[in-house]
């Protein structure tokens, strides 16, 4: 099977169309002979004449027409092979492990992974949920990509992006008397059903009744904490989110906290972490994601 270089294939096509091996060699910034020595080295390879010389001038043999008439293929195959090549290089694939708290897995980013699916076919993302702390320990031992926890975070060299916030509110079973303020002293004195103790939202409940309360129940699950004041065993402080849906809400009555509670959810990364086109989809994804009334922080 002939071999023979692009570059040679180029250069007998300049040669023909210079008409000569001494323009050609000009346009290319090589030697005349460097062009020559090409040449012949082509035609060893085709082992035949290409190009036949009349007076000063030269011109392609019966064998170089033909030839000729395939380098313009040739060269089509070729880009048509690197265009393809471009488009798997600019394809989005590869794997990210994203971890987060379970609320913000059910309630934010069912809608975000699946146009991701969507959107890359190709890109696998993982989810792993947590507390904050377990979710920032896993980030910086690199067994996570990209944390989405609540804010504050200690770790590090980490790379922390506020990204948005999240209101709290008061769930009780509809069939339960109203509250008439849902503040901090009201709800001390009420059975209450919170998030399991030592995680960042359970310390943001606690800092905002102010006082030590002794719950009724301690739970790691937001649809656990739901389930049981739809039952009409308490109240909760819950992340808006997980009652915005008609669905997510029913049987609940949905109160205001006074004053409001708001917690912080941030994106959490190492810092020498390579950011891959994979790691830019999701982290896209994830700062479109999310928007509650308080709205989105400013990068």
């Known amino acids: ?107 934010l980013l069912p809608p975000v992974l699946q146009q991701l699916r969507e959107d890359f076919p190709l890109l696998t993302v993982g989810v792993r949920t947590g507390n904050t702390t377990d979710i920032v320990r896993a980030v910086e031992e690199n067994r996570i990509d990209i944390g989405l926890v609540t804010l504050p975070v200690n770790g590090r060299n980490l790379d922390i992006s506020p990204l948005f916030h999240e209101d709290f509110v008061t769930i009780s079973a509809s069939r339960s008397p109203a509250l008439p303020d849902a503040t901090p002293a009201v709800l001390q004195a009420l059975p209450l059903i919170v998030f399991e103790s030592g995680s960042s939202t359970r310390q943001l409940i606690d800092g905002w009744l102010t006082a030590a309360v002794t719950p009724v129940m301690e739970l790691g699950s937001i649809e656990a904490i739901k389930r049981m004041v739809r039952a009409g065993l308490g109240y909760s402080l819950v992340p808006e989110v997980a009652v915005q849906a008609d669905e997510d809400k029913r049987g609940l009555r949905v109160q205001a906290l006074q004053p409001p509670l708001q917690r912080t959810l941030a994106l959490v990364m190492r810092q020498d972490k390579v950011v891959n086109r994979g790691m830019k989809a999701v982290l896209n994804s994830l700062k479109q994601a ?10």
């Open 1 to 107: 099977m002939a071999q023979f270089s692009l570059d040679q294939l180029a250069t007998y096509k300049l040669v023909i169309a210079r008409g000569s091996f001494t323009a050609a060699a000009e346009v290319l910034g090589i030697s005349q002979p460097a062009v020559s020595l090409q040449i012949r080295q082509l035609e060893q390879v085709l082992q035949t004449r290409l190009i036949e010389r009349t007076g000063r001038s030269l011109r392609p043999t019966a064998a170089g027409k033909t030839f000729l008439a395939h380098c313009a293929e040739i060269e089509n195959a070729v880009s048509a092979a690197v265009q393809s090549v471009a488009q798997h290089q600019q394809e989005i694939s590869g794997s990210v492990t994203l971890g987060t708290g379970a609320t913000t897995c059910i309630h």
């Open 290 to 299: 999310g928007k509650t009334p308080a709205g989105e922080i400013d990068a």
